[in-house]
């Protein structure tokens, strides 16, 4: 593997940080030979308020993008990272940043958007949805080696910022403290192995136990590794052994996710439950959940309060992917029909369902909602209300094939989960400035602290 060429190395002058943007950069603005705002630097590690200096990494005409080098004035709101690997590790880029600060900033974010792109402002903005601010993420997919094998040094953990390498960290703060614990003895795992250079990635989810388990309060950990070649008989004892010796399951993966297989122990059932409705929701490790639990609940909760479900009514749940919402809706709901566009999930979908009785309630669709027509809408049924939770593309197509038909087969309000802003505001345009629904409700989601990814959730009433 070869590096990139090396990163221009200038000093600046101090400057004043002005704002953050999406990637937690902090932007300050170069004066012009007027005095003029002129040229903008992106600054990574600087905080809004402050005045510091910078090494330029990146040159172009209107811009520059820079890592601080020394800060003059300190943000109040400044805190000291918890994780050692911060700044090198490119899983989170706000540690450096209190974390209700990091809320505000979202919301700031949130709001400026609906703004700027849709010409929008909520009727109202809701309290943040927020949960624990360490050790939340509950499924993750952890690279292996990097240029360093060759010394005899295998590293398990995540890439490092804007780099195909691998950051050398010991532990890591978001991610359960079991599977943190087990970074350095991974190393040596993978390191023992015959194929270790074959070895790309480790998955891991965490789930809870069936309520027929003994202790229903413990978690179980699955790790997914994947082969590049076969193991051989020695490698598949040295892989049982640490299954059995930390307790935990391992799957191998040969190729894609579907050839993902329990190896030890040869059955493992994973899931979380949704208490609050009664639902246990099965899944595998390689399938798409939420990866913050404790948020999850409190989402799906506060989604429902705000579609106000009442039991006459027939609900429609958008990229519904296992059944995430539409399980708790069927707990509430006359009917609910589920579309996903991926015939592994809408299959899982349906036997959540059966696991959990409700497969009288629910129907589900596999469907390309990234080209939904209005003929599609129409063969769906008239719904009373609709849940929107799409991928970072959002929903456009959607709401766009919405203005080809009548009124009355418009749902009378919606809930859309974001997790793009950007495209939220873009959706939100179309129904509101081109359709007959006001914007009523928004306000953000903390699903994953300390970086700056940003959910949000958005109620449209007809």
Known sequence: MTRSPKPIQTAFPIVSVEALDLEAQGIARLADEEGQSGKVIFIRGALPTEQVTYTVTREKAR??????????????????PKCKAFGICGGCSMQHLDFAAQIAIKQRVLEDDLWHIGRLKPEEILRPIAGPAWNYRHRGRLSVIDRSIKKGTVLVGFHEHNSSYVADMSACEVIPEKISA?????????????????????????????????????????????????????????????AKNHELGIWLQASGPETAKPFYPSEQQLLYRLPEFGIEMPFLPTDFTQVNHAVNQVLISKALSLLEV????????????????????????????????????????????????????????????????????????????????????????????????????????????????????????????ELDYRLTKAGIINMFPHTSHIESIAVFER
């Open 63 to 80: 811009f520059a993008k820079a890592k601080l080098k020394d800060i003059y004035k300190a943000a109040v709101f400044r805190t000291t």
């Open 182 to 242: 087990l970074l350095v003895p991974l190393r040596e795992l993978v390191g023992s192995l015959s194929i270790r250079d074959r070895v790309p990635q480790i998955e891991f989810a965490v789930g809870d136990y069936p309520k027929t388990s003994a202790d229903t309060t413990k978690k179980q950990i699955a790790l997914v590794i994947r082969h590049l070649l076969p193991l051989t008989k020695a490698d598949l004892d040295k892989l049982e052994d640490f």
């Open 310 to 433: 009442n039991p006459t009514e027939r609900i429609i749940d958008l990229f519904c992917g296992i059944g995430n919402f539409t399980l708790p809706i069927a707990t509430q709901a006359r009917e609910v029909l589920g579309i996903e566009g991926s015939a592994t999930l809408t299959k899982r979908a349906m036997q959540n369902a059966k696991h959990n009785r409700l497969e009288h309630k629910t129907s589900f669709k596999e469907s390309n909602l990234f080209e939904t027509t209005a003929k599609d809408i129409a063969q769906w049924g008239k719904a009373d209300k609709w849940l929107i939770d799409p991928p970072r593309e959002g929903a456009m197509e959607i709401c766009k094939a919405l203005r080809d038909l009548p009124k009355d087969q418009h749902p009378k309000r919606m809930v859309y989960v974001s997790c793009n802003p950007k495209t939220l505001a873009r959706d939100a345009a179309i129904l509101t400035h």
